[in-house]
């Protein structure tokens, strides 16, 4: 018989807040880390310029509710020296349509060493004539070397993930810039349940439970940069990295972009394909092989 097939947990009532479109109040799952310490810590001219920029904290945070929707909260605080950089941290836009996602800059400014602050232009506008499709866009201006760029968004999303309510997200633990402090949370409420798994060395995180929710956290500090050149591997075949998912499997999403791309001219039977391939051999190598010959010979 072939095997049974996880069912895919059914979400709960909406919360008042999907149902009003209001942003959510995450801060009881990773609060927030005070940014004045971090700004403190002097960073040499000589690691500046070698990596154009050094990251003084990066936050990340993602919330499953029990109804499906997702929140995502992150936070940057950036020293600045490479032209490239800058220019990168100089203007920044959110294109989404406000009936199903909000996304919300909580914070957005520079600070300069001598003490003072300046805050971002933000202008949030319509770019239809029932303001249903909004362009949020983030300017900061005369960014020069030795900027600290303090940036906060979060993104609420009003609908679950549609054919598959849940999360999945990886992360890289190391960057191609030093990083001096990282943290990576995530929270899942019930009836949902989280599988991670770790990658190239990657440390166990934390749990604990807050309230319906399981919230795990990597939470790192002064990690290195990695030197990188045309010839580097990419980063995810050697550096440390995390993931997880709340799906228990990836049929749903597969015929999810299956429609989204109108892929009709291929009728698949995705779960016996994708078994057929994984018994091309027991090692991901070989079941990669056998996945890249198939679409090879396919899809020429």
Known sequence: MPPVEPELPVPRRRLWRTKLRWSRDVTRFAPPIAIDPAIANEIPERELS??????LLEDYLTVLHRDGTVTYRRSWLFVLHGVKQMERWERFKYHFDCRAVKYTVRRARVHWADGNQRLATITNRAVDRHGYSRLLEVQFKRLAPGAVVDVEDQQDNFAPFSHCPGVCADFALHSTYPCKRRRITLAVAAPFTVRHELHHGAPDPSQRQVGDYQVLCWDLHDLPGIEWDELTPPLYEFAPWIDFSTLPNWEPVAKFYIAELKLLAYHHDLGTL???????????????????????????
Not at 50 to 55: D, I, K, L, P, S
Not at 274 to 300: H, I, M, Q
């Open 50 to 55: 070698h990596w154009g920029e050094v990251a």
């Open 274 to 300: 994708a078994r057929r391939l994984a018994r091309a051999g027991a090692g991901t190598d070989s079941r990669l092989a056998a996945a890249y010959n198939y679409v090879a010979r396919k899809f020429p």
